[in-house]
C-alpha cells in the first residue's frame, strides 16, 4: 500500500527542483506526497501544473542576526511555521519527511523529530548549509550531492545520492532536433549562458561587453537572463550580427543541454548537476555572495576533475572570456576529456537513490 511521504523544498530553485524530483519518483511508486513549500513567487510558478502533489506554504522566513529588529519577527513565523507543520503532521501522519536544505526546511525536520517521525535531510552543495547543520541532529540519515560536505555530518549516518534531476529533464534529444527548437543552426557551435533560477546580471553584462568580440566567430548563443535583461541582450546580439535565442526562462532545459556544446554558468549544485547528467564542459562564474562561498567549492570540484574552468566574477574580463571561449572551441579533445569528467563527477540517478533511502524507513 501507498505511504506518504512530506518534502519540504521551498525557496529557491535549488532546494524546489530537485525535491521535485523525489517527489515525482515517490508518486511514481504509488506513494502519496506533500510538498512543503515557501511563500516565494518561484515556488508558485514553479508548481503551477503539478497537480498530482499536494502543496502548503509555510510562513517560514530566513534566520537574521540575532541583533537585528528583524529577528522578532522571525520568531513569529517560525511558530506559526511550526503550528502548520503539526496541524499536518496529525492530519497524515506521514511515513517519513525529507528536507532539501534551506530556510523551509528547518521547521519541518525539527517537527518531525518531536512527533517521531522519521526524517531525512539533503545537502545539495560541498558545504553544508547552516539551515542542514542545525537540523542534522534530528535527522535520521543525511543524503549528500558531494561526498565533500561529509564532514560537516561527522555524528550522522550519511550517503552520497548525488542531487536529484527531474525526469523531464533527463530527455535527450538529437543535437540538430534541440537546435531547432531554438532556431539556431547546426553548423554552428553554441554557447548557453544561464544564471540559475534567479538569473544572473553580472554574468548577463560580461556577455554583453563580449558580443563585439565574438562577431567575427563561427558560433551562437542560447542566453538566458533571468527577468531583467532578455530585451536588452536580443537587441544587443542583434546589433553585433550575433546568432542567439534569448528568453527569460526557459521549461524544457533538456532542450538546451542537448544542443549546447559549452556552457557558462552560475556553480550552485542544482546546475551543476544538470551539467554533470548532459556530460559539458563548462566554464563556472560562481556568485560571490553565496553562502560561506558554497558556489566556490562546488566549482572547485568541478575544476579539479577536469570538467570546468572557474572564473572570478570579479576579475574576468571580456577579453579572457573570449580567449577562453574560442580555445575550447577550437579544441575537440579537450572539450571531450572536461565532457567525460563531468559525467563522472556526480551519480546519474540521484532521484531514485534519495527516493529509495526514504522509503526503506
Not at 518561484?42 to 530566513?62: G, Q, Y
Not at 543552426?185 to 538569473?199: A, R
Not at 565532457?339 to 563522472?344: G, L, Q, V
Request: proline share 5%; hydrophobic share 45%.
Amino acid at each position: 500500500m501507498g505511504k506518504h511521504f512530506f518534502i519540504a523544498c521551498g525557496g529557491t530553485g535549488g532546494h524546489l527542483f530537485p525535491g521535485l524530483a523525489v517527489a515525482e519518483v515517490l508518486h511514481q511508486r504509488g506513494h502519496e506526497v506533500l510538498l512543503l513549500v515557501s511563500e516565494k513567487e518561484i515556488d508558485t510558478v514553479a508548481l503551477h501544473h503539478h497537480l498530482e502533489f499536494r502543496i502548503e506554504k509555510l510562513p517560514s522566513i530566513a534566520m537574521p542576526s540575532g541583533f537585528s529588529p528583524a529577528f522578532i519577527r522571525f520568531v513569529g513565523r517560525t511558530w506559526e511555521s511550526f503550528s502548520y507543520c503539526k496541524e499536518l503532521y496529525r492530519r497524515y501522519r506521514p511515513t517519513a519527511v525529507l528536507g532539501m536544505g534551506g530556510f523551509t526546511s528547518a521547521v519541518p525536520v525539527f517537527a518531525a523529530h518531536l512527533f517521531n517521525i522519521p526524517s531525512y535531510i539533503h545537502e545539495s552543495n560541498a558545504i553544508a548549509g547552516r539551515a542542514n547543520r542545525l537540523t542534522a541532529r534530528w535527522a535520521k540519515k543525511v543524503l549528500l550531492g558531494f561526498e565533500a560536505s561529509a564532514s560537516s555530518f561527522t555524528k550522522n549516518s550519511w550517503e552520497v545520492t548525488g542531487t536529484p534531476i527531474r525526469r523531464e529533464l533527463k530527455e535527450r534529444l538529437p543535437r540538430e532536433q534541440a537546435l531547432a527548437r531554438f532556431k539556431l543552426s547546426p553548423e554552428y557551435q553554441t554557447i548557453l549562458v544561464m544564471g540559475g533560477s534567479q538569473g544572473a546580471g553580472p554574468i548577463n553584462q560580461l556577455l554583453f561587453k563580449s558580443a563585439a568580440l565574438l562577431r567575427n566567430f563561427p558560433l551562437q548563443l542560447i542566453h538566458f537572463t533571468g527577468e531583467q535583461d532578455d530585451h536588452l541582450a536580443a537587441v544587443n546580439y542583434q546589433r553585433e550580427g550575433i546568432a542567439a535565442y534569448v528568453a527569460a526562462f526557459h521549461h524544457h532545459m533538456n532542450e538546451a543541454y542537448c544542443a549546447a556544446d559549452i556552457v557558462i554558468s552560475r556553480a550552485g549544485a542544482a546546475s551543476l548537476s544538470e551539467i554533470s547528467y548532459f556530460g559539458l564542459p563548462s566554464l563556472l562564474i560562481p556568485f560571490p555572495f553565496a553562502a560561506e562561498k558554497h558556489q566556490h567549492h562546488n566549482a572547485h570540484i568541478f575544476h579539479q576533475a577536469g570538467a570546468a574552468e572557474v572564473l572570478e566574477e570579479s576579475s574576468i574580463t571580456p577579453q579572457q572570456l573570449v580567449r577562453l571561449l574560442v580555445n575550447l572551441l577550437s579544441d575537440s579533445e579537450r572539450r571531450e576529456r572536461m565532457a567525460r569528467a563531468a559525467k563522472k563527477i556526480l551519480p546519474a540517478d540521484a532521484a531514485l537513490s534519495v527516493a529509495n533511502s526514504i522509503e526503506g524507513v
